[in-house]
């Protein structure tokens, strides 16, 4: 778990996985990484395959999303069983900013801050 995002949802729920990007580590099995969502048991419940870079924050909605927010604004929401649900950017003015560095999750909304300082929000 240390290779990887790691986000837990609370009450004993789900618990989603993806490979850390920043982080440097030896290939084991395929190249291509996974969103793996499991049991907080250890079982597999889901799995996709993971074709975005810039994964700033991973957390979980109070309606069980999975919320995936990335450098340049964007707000990837999935459910329990790796479904895609909706794809947003919280801002457009953020890429003009220089993306953002710092992010964060609530149950009920995301934060932004840009490199310039400018705090967004999206609730």
Same mark, same amino acid.
């Given at each position: 778990?240390h290779l990887?995002?790691?986000?837990g949802?609370?009450?004993?729920?789900?618990?989603?996985?993806?490979?850390?990007?920043?982080?440097?580590q030896p290939?084991?099995?395929?190249l291509?990484p996974e969103?793996?969502i499991w049991?907080?048991? $250890?079982r597999?419940?889901?799995?996709r395959? +993971?074709?975005?870079?810039?994964? !700033?924050a991973?957390g979980w909605? &109070?309606?069980?999303?999975?919320?995936c927010?990335?450098e340049?604004?964007?707000?990837r929401?999935f459910?329990?069983?790796?479904e895609?649900?909706?794809e947003f950017?919280?801002?457009?003015?953020?890429?003009v900013? $220089?993306?953002?560095?710092l992010?964060?999750i +609530?149950?009920?909304?995301v934060? !932004?801050?840009?490199r310039?300082? &400018?705090?967004f929000?999206n609730h």
């Open positions: 778990l990887s995002v790691v986000a949802a609370p009450f004993g729920g789900p618990i989603a996985t993806v490979r850390n990007e920043h982080v440097f290939v084991r099995g395929s291509k969103l793996q049991t907080c048991a $250890g597999l419940i889901a799995s395959p +993971w074709g975005y870079i810039g994964l !700033l991973m909605s &109070s309606h069980e999303r999975l919320i927010v990335f340049n604004g964007v707000v929401t459910t329990v069983m790796c895609k649900v909706d950017t919280v801002d457009e003015r953020i890429m900013e $220089g993306g953002t560095p992010a964060t +609530w149950p009920n909304g934060a !932004l801050l840009t310039k300082f &400018s705090l929000v």
